[in-house]
T-cell receptor
Framework: GAVVSQHPSRVICKSGTSVKIECRSL??????MFWYRQFPKQSLMLMAT?????????EQGVEKDKFLINHASLTLSTLTVTSAHPEDSSFYIC??????????????FGPGTRLLVL | AQKITQTQPGMFVQEKEAVTLDCTYD???????LFWYKQPSSGEMIFLIY??????QNATEGRYSLNFQKARKSANLVISASQLGDSAMYFC?????????????FGSGTRLSIRP
């Protein structure tokens, strides 16, 4: 089946630094990728929809200047947490949809990135 | 706006028993898709089963089946013959419409624990 990878799997950084998380679709092209955030023992909350070649669409309450999204190619989307603070510590999960052949039933998820901001 | 409700924060089930995880949804759209995902402690999201709003038959995938009751707007997951490896968080999710940009929204999840 289709595979989505994320890098890094976990990162620890100091408060005030920026962290970049990569999301790649390994064997399919994804015009649209999604970024979720999950706090401990909570559900996945959609942060933004990443569109290849255009600006990302952010959910209400998500600061676009803090969470920069770039979807540079059909297989890569990046999320940059700028000037990270301890409250940004969370599990970030990306997702991509394989629409080849017109079938869009399944949305594949990356393994997630655990961010800890000290 | 779409909404997914999972009313069971946690469940304990004896191994080999069947278990039903509840999910209700709310949408004004006629065309939508319903999903169930499993999330073990590692954090990965594992796709289990999908049901389209126009699918007449309930979806089945191995030990998983989706009890889709459209009029009641419910999409319960049934796991037959539960196994110890089924212990995990389970999320019900919904996507309105069938466009590639339509987003998936998740319910709050149910933590399933299987007793040996």
């Amino acid at each position: 089946g289709a595979v989505v990878s994320q890098h890094p799997s976990r990162v620890i950084c100091k408060s005030g630094t920026s962290v970049k998380i990569e999301c790649r679709s390994l064997d399919f092209q994804a015009t649209t990728m999604f970024w979720y955030r999950q706090f401990p023992k909570q559900s996945l909350m959609l942060m933004a929809t990443s569109n290849e070649g255009s600006k990302a669409t952010y959910e209400q309450g998500v600061e676009k200047d803090k969470f920069l999204i770039n979807h540079a190619s059909l297989t890569l989307s990046t999320l940059t947490v700028t000037s990270a603070h301890p409250e940004d510590s969370s599990f970030y999960i990306c997702s991509a949809r394989d629409i080849s052949g017109g079938a869009i039933k399944t949305q594949y998820f990356g393994p997630g990135t655990r961010l800890l901001v000290l | 706006a779409q909404k997914i409700t999972q009313t069971q924060p946690g469940m304990f089930v004896q191994e080999k028993e069947a278990v039903t995880l509840d999910c209700t949804y709310d949408t004004s759209d006629q065309s939508y898709g319903l999903f169930w995902y499993k999330q073990p402690s590692s954090g990965e999201m594992i796709f289990l089963i999908y049901q389209g709003s126009y699918d007449e038959q309930n979806a089945t995938e191995g030990r998983y089946s989706l009890n889709f009751q459209k009029a009641r707007k419910s999409a319960n997951l049934v796991i037959s013959a539960s196994q110890l490896g089924d212990s995990a968080m389970y999320f019900c999710a919904m996507r309105e419409a069938y466009s590639s940009a339509s987003k998936i929204i998740f319910g709050s999840g149910t933590r399933l624990s299987i007793r040996p």
